[in-house]
């Protein structure tokens, strides 16, 4: 009993470093039908800024989140203007170009920093236990920092004039620029708060795993994955298909191994897909 | 005669040229470029089948290397139990590994597992009309889920080493029976000669028109009462059963096999072959793989006494080269080649046109 119990927190801090990791990913896809296979990458970015920024340089955990976010939102600005912009609508072209660039971050980081892992301290080393069951303190500050960014995302988008523009245009492109809106932007601003997002939760995972290049590869399945099952454009089906996906890989962990859950898992999104098309908890909004 | 040797599309051309180069290559090359280009035209295969699924129906699968990877390890764990490799720990093979256990029942489970993952995958997607983006992003998940599962399963897989075997024969797995670099060529010469005329054949029937209807408007073709699903379904199986052969092919002649040809990573760069080479014609998906095929092996030869870190900078130029495709020649290369001479031919006919009417003005 108190074994499930354990599994069960376990799975629930995991879920909500999936939450965080796959949100940027939610946002630009939802609100811009762009995938952006770069996004895992931007993680692998992100986890090197806090390196370099917090083991490095010494500074405070938030500062190396805060620059990891603004270094990310800047690159994501970068990309956008020069690579992304060119080929909305296009599926196949989109995918390739965010593959293109998510190798080129991959193989740089590889050039740069060399194969090494590096390891990122955990800013607050206490475990807390309650009864039996045992939490990492920063296990608690990361769930924290993923519902945070959560709530702040869901005022971002729905109630910021920002957030009103950003809808309007994925609604009605014409019509919003008749309303003289500058479309263009809200897909900068779109695409690089995304990125941003990722390079934030980047660096908020580096304490939990191995900074090295191929950081992006291991979390690539998971979030796409995720992001499949949550359905696109609701912030909400996100956070409850990152509590099913990673309640049930540590649920069935715990009973076997953990590639045994994540095929499970696996098979389960493929046929909850199949009966639900359009994701676990699409808005019923008109288009 | 001459009209119809004019009215030969340009790729057709090509393909012949292609099919000259290769018929002719092994005979004045050495044995290690025999060795390179067999591997090769096992990779032209699985950029073919890739090709009838994206270039034609246009199904981007992120994962084809899960088929490609099934295959070839059928053939591989095949090898391994009936050799008795060292890691071996097993006695007998469990009950869906038992066809393993005889030489054609090895071959015949290399195309049919690639075609049954297909076939769950396929009738889960396409009857539930997950369309576009969805159906890659599923598939890259199976791609990623199939790597971790194949270093998982160490008891039949070998686990990172992957399986070494010795035997580069069609069917046959004992190591005594061993054709050489210069038969063997031949004999995957033969198959990409008779895969390649097959997808002509199945592009030129009726089901292939189906199939590039689906990819130019699937909504309107339901209204002729097609069913896109089962036609999807069917390409997806077809093209399955082919990665299986390429995967086959591939353990042969590499002699070896592990988790990286069934990830993610080999599942890209097929797509990035078929892009970079024009998707949407067998010429393409089969020029691509060779330019790149081609250039990382002479590259990395040349590049063997500069630096260690080849691959890695191979990586980073293709990259590069992906996004210089996207912008420049969004169609790939023969894709262009295709596009220009259609518009040439256009212009004359339009120019043609022009000259008869002039003449009847002045008459």
């Known amino acids: ?287 | 005669m001459m009209d119809m040797i004019k009215k030969i599309p340009i790729n057709k051309y090509i393909d012949f040229a292609l099919f000259l180069f290769l018929a002719t290559f092994p005979f004045y090359q050495k044995t290690y470029w025999i060795y390179v280009m067999s591997g090769i035209m096992a990779y032209i295969i699985f950029a073919l089948s890739l090709d009838l699924l994206w270039g034609y129906t246009g199904l981007m699968s992120m994962g084809h290397s899960v088929l490609f990877g099934a295959g070839g390890y059928m053939i591989g764990i095949s090898c391994a139990y009936i050799n008795h490799a060292g890691w071996v720990r097993f006695d007998r093979l469990p009950w869906f590994l038992a066809l393993l256990s005889s030489e054609t029942g090895a071959f015949f489970m290399a195309l049919l597992l690639p075609a049954v993952i297909a076939l769950f995958i396929g009738i889960f997607m396409f009857s539930g009309k997950i369309q576009g983006v969805f159906f890659s992003l599923i598939t890259l998940a199976v791609a990623g889920i199939a790597e971790l599962f194949v270093v998982n399963q160490s008891t039949y897989t070998h686990g990172d080493s992957g399986i070494t075997i010795t035997s580069r024969t069609i069917l046959s797995n004992s190591e005594t029976s061993r054709l050489t670099d210069f038969q063997f060529y031949f004999v995957i010469l033969a198959i990409l000669l008779a895969v390649y005329l097959f997808c002509v054949l199945l592009m030129h029937s009726r089901t292939g028109k189906v199939l590039k209807a689906i990819r130019e408007n699937e909504g309107r073709l339901t209204f002729f009462g097609y069913k896109p699903a089962a036609f999807k379904l069917f390409i997806f199986v077809i093209s399955g059963m082919m990665a299986g052969l390429s995967g086959v092919l591939f353990v042969r002649v590499q002699g070896s096999i592990n988790y990286t040809a069934i990830g993610i990573n080999l599942a890209t760069l097929v797509l990035v072959w078929v892009a970079v080479g024009g998707r949407g014609s067998l010429t393409g998906a089969m020029v691509g793989t060779i330019i790149l095929q081609v250039a990382e092996t002479v590259l990395s030869s040349a590049f063997s006494g500069v630096s260690a870190d080849f691959a890695q900078y191979w990586k980073l130029a293709l990259g590069a080269v992906i996004l210089v495709i996207v912008f420049v020649i969004p169609k790939g290369i023969i894709g262009t080649i295709i596009e220009a001479r259609q518009k040439h031919r256009d212009r004359m006919r339009k120019e043609r046109i022009r000259q008869k009417e002039e003449v009847r003005y002045h008459v």
């Open chain 1, 1 to 287: 009993m108190s074994m499930l119990a354990q599994l069960l927190v376990s799975g629930l801090c995991s879920s909500s470093v999936l939450l965080l990791t796959s949100l940027g990913l939610v946002i630009i896809l939802g609100y811009m039908k762009v995938v952006n296979l770069a996004h895992t990458e931007m993680l692998m970015v992100g986890a090197y800024i806090c390196y370099y920024v917090y083991q490095g340089a010494k500074l405070p955990f938030a500062a190396a989140l805060a620059i990891a976010f603004a270094a990310s939102f800047l690159f994501g600005i970068l990309i956008e203007r020069l690579i992304i912009c060119h080929f909305y609508g296009k599926m196949s072209e989109t995918l390739l170009a965010t593959y293109a660039i998510s190798m080129l971050l991959k193989q740089l980081a590889l050039l740069l920093f060399g194969k090494n892992y590096k390891k990122v301290d955990y800013p607050t080393t206490e475990v807390f236990t309650f009864g039996s069951v045992y939490i990492e303190s920063y296990k608690l500050i990361l769930a924290g920092i993923s519902l945070l960014v959560l709530v702040l995302t869901y005022i971002f988008i729905n109630k910021t004039q920002m957030g009103r523009k950003i809808r309007s245009t994925t609604q009605n492109r014409t019509m919003t620029e008749c309303l003289g809106i500058d479309t263009r932007m809200v897909d900068t601003i779109t695409f690089s708060y995304g990125m941003g997002l990722a390079g934030l939760a980047g660096a908020a995972i580096a304490p939990i795993s191995t900074v090295t290049y191929s950081l992006g590869e291991s979390w690539l399945t998971n979030t796409f994955m995720n992001v499949v099952m949550g359905g696109v454009s609701s912030l909400f089906g996100t956070l409850a298909s990152s509590i099913i996906i990673q309640e049930s890989v540590s649920v069935i962990s715990g009973l076997s191994n953990s590639v045994t859950a994540q095929i499970i898992v696996l098979l389960v999104v493929i046929v909850i897909v199949r009966l639900k098309p359009e994701g676990l908890f699409t808005s019923k909004e008109k288009r």
